[in-house]
């Protein structure tokens, strides 16, 4: 049986004091460790020839879900993190509830990772309820905010997005945030945020908007909620805001979502992004042409005008050992895409090849330094527009340091 408690509905998150536009930008120690830690070179001496510059907003620099890395993500405390780091665009990674409201998490399903959801009177509204860990079994949840009105969604408190996979209570599962992370910054209840708070918060901040609309968990339409409403719900409360359609860039890994806004809504259509998983897709190669869904040519003939693959997908590496741009980003620029791409500062030290998302230059990922050359790459030789991270200083510095805006 649901759990039949009241929820106060308050109108919007109350934002800190200091979330306000960003007039100094702080980079804190981090950009200084990874130029240390750098091979001698011209990079590395073009880099550390800024170190002491003051700092300013870049539009290079996305915050991805904020400043992730430490803050727990998609809250307001997150954002102004990555402000206060010089991102000049922040996102927002839209969902909805079971009133159809819209709010910002990275997934529909994601609430027993990210919230408290489980050790809450909510949790009996959880569609697989906490399963201990048992022998070879790993314990196990799934919580979906399209199972909560957006009431009861703001009573939940937000936390990093970890769970113990050895847990056998659900207080327990709630830990496991990686060694790498920290959990200091989520010893005070951060705040979540509805789609609407979001832009609110960015506009304030002085920050331009990349909301994500995310696949649903649930079969659509959904409450007579469609796909078409569903997007065209996100760009109507731009509108409401009276936001600019040029400080907007609409996500999705859905092409037709994309192709939905190029043809309802050109205004925010012509910088709509499409994210591109075909990694998923068997045999697929991004240096091989024939095994891609649609080429770079055909995107762009359909109006698409910015694609966001996941880094790896952008570069190879050379006989002489040098990263490269891939077919796909050759090609990419030859029809005459622009290409953002994610994401920096989420794969923990870089010392045993970096994981995901550096496979296709993992023999070269040796150390934590790498990481701007692979920035470098990104940027000067495949021609980035934008680089999302998890901790937006790193990419904000190299920015300022080499004049992008």
């Given at each position: 049986?649901?759990n039949t408690?009241?929820?106060?509905?308050?109108?919007?998150?109350v934002l800190?004091?200091?979330?306000q536009?960003?007039?100094?930008?702080e980079?804190?120690?981090?950009?200084?460790?990874?130029?240390?830690?750098?091979?001698e070179g011209?990079l590395?001496?073009?880099?550390?020839?800024?170190?002491g510059q003051?700092?300013?907003?870049?539009l290079?620099?996305?915050g991805?879900?904020g400043?992730?890395l430490?803050?727990p993500?998609?809250?307001?405390?997150?954002n102004?993190?990555?402000?206060?780091?010089?991102?000049g665009i922040?996102e927002?990674?839209v969902?909805?509830?079971e009133?159809?409201?819209?709010v910002c998490?990275h997934?529909?399903n994601?609430l027993?990772?990210t919230t408290?959801?489980l050790?809450?009177?909510?949790?009996?509204?959880?569609?697989?309820?906490f399963?201990?860990?048992?022998?070879?079994t790993?314990?196990s949840?799934?919580?979906?905010t399209?199972?909560?009105?957006?009431?009861?969604?703001q009573?939940l408190?937000?936390?990093?997005?970890?769970?113990?996979?050895?847990?056998?209570t659900?207080?327990?599962y709630?830990?496991?945030t990686?060694?790498?992370r920290?959990?200091l910054?989520?010893?005070?209840p951060a705040?979540?945020?509805t789609?609407?708070?979001?832009?609110a918060l960015f506009?304030?901040?002085?920050a331009k908007?990349?909301?994500?609309?995310?696949?649903?968990?649930?079969?659509?339409?959904?409450?007579g909620?469609?796909q078409?409403?569903?997007?065209q719900k996100?760009?109507?409360?731009?509108r409401?805001?009276d936001?600019p359609?040029?400080?907007?860039?609409?996500?999705?890994?859905?092409?037709?979502?994309?192709?939905?806004?190029?043809?309802?809504e050109?205004?925010?259509?012509?910088?709509?992004?499409?994210?591109?998983d075909e990694?998923?897709?068997?045999?697929?190669s991004p240096?091989?042409a024939?095994?891609?869904p649609?080429?770079?040519?055909?995107?762009?003939?359909?109006g698409?005008n910015?694609i966001a693959?996941?880094?790896?997908?952008?570069v190879?590496t050379?006989?002489?050992?040098?990263?490269?741009?891939?077919?796909?980003?050759?090609?990419a620029?030859?029809a005459?895409?622009?290409?953002?791409?994610?994401t920096?500062?989420?794969?923990?030290?870089?010392k045993n090849?970096?994981?995901?998302?550096y496979?296709?230059?993992?023999?070269?990922t040796?150390?934590d330094?790498?990481?701007?050359?692979?920035?470098?790459?990104l940027?000067?030789?495949?021609g980035?527009?934008?680089?999302?991270s998890?901790?937006?200083?790193?990419?904000?510095y190299?920015?300022n340091?080499?004049g992008?805006?």
């Open positions: 049986m649901r408690a009241v929820f106060i509905l308050t109108c919007c998150a800190p004091a200091a979330a536009t960003v007039e100094n930008v980079y804190g120690p981090r950009p200084y460790y990874l130029i240390d830690q750098m091979k011209a590395k001496d073009r880099l550390s020839q800024c170190m003051e700092g300013q907003t870049s290079f620099s996305i991805h879900r400043a992730p430490q803050f993500e998609h809250t307001v405390e997150s102004v993190a990555a402000a206060r780091m010089g991102a922040l927002c990674d969902t909805f509830t009133d159809l409201e819209l998490r997934a529909q994601d027993h990772t408290n959801i050790t809450s009177p909510l949790a009996d509204t959880c569609v697989q309820p399963t201990p860990a048992n022998g070879d790993s314990a949840a799934e919580c979906r399209s199972e909560i009105t957006l009431a009861e969604f009573t408190t937000p936390k990093m997005d970890a769970a113990d996979a050895a847990a056998t659900p207080e327990a709630l830990q496991g990686a060694d790498w920290t959990d910054y989520s010893a005070e705040t979540l945020m789609h609407a708070e979001s832009i506009q304030s901040l002085g908007f990349t909301p994500e609309l995310k696949a649903p968990s649930v079969e659509m339409p959904f409450n909620f469609t078409a409403d569903y997007a996100l760009v109507d409360e731009y409401a805001a936001i359609p040029s400080d907007v860039w609409l996500q999705s890994f859905n092409l037709e979502d994309v192709l939905y806004w190029i043809e309802t050109p205004e925010f259509g012509v910088q709509a992004v499409y994210l591109m990694y998923d897709t068997e045999g697929y240096m091989d024939g095994t891609w649609n080429t770079m040519e055909e995107l762009k003939s359909m698409v910015y693959p996941p880094t790896w997908m952008l190879t050379s006989a002489d050992g040098d990263i490269v741009p891939s077919e796909l980003a050759v090609q620029k030859v005459g895409l622009e290409i953002i791409t994610w920096i500062e989420r794969s923990g030290p870089l090849g970096g994981g995901w998302y496979q296709t230059i993992s023999d070269l040796t150390n330094g790498v990481m701007y050359e692979y920035i470098d790459a940027a000067q030789d495949v980035v527009v934008g680089i999302f998890d901790w937006p200083a790193t990419v904000t190299y920015a340091c080499m992008l805006e």
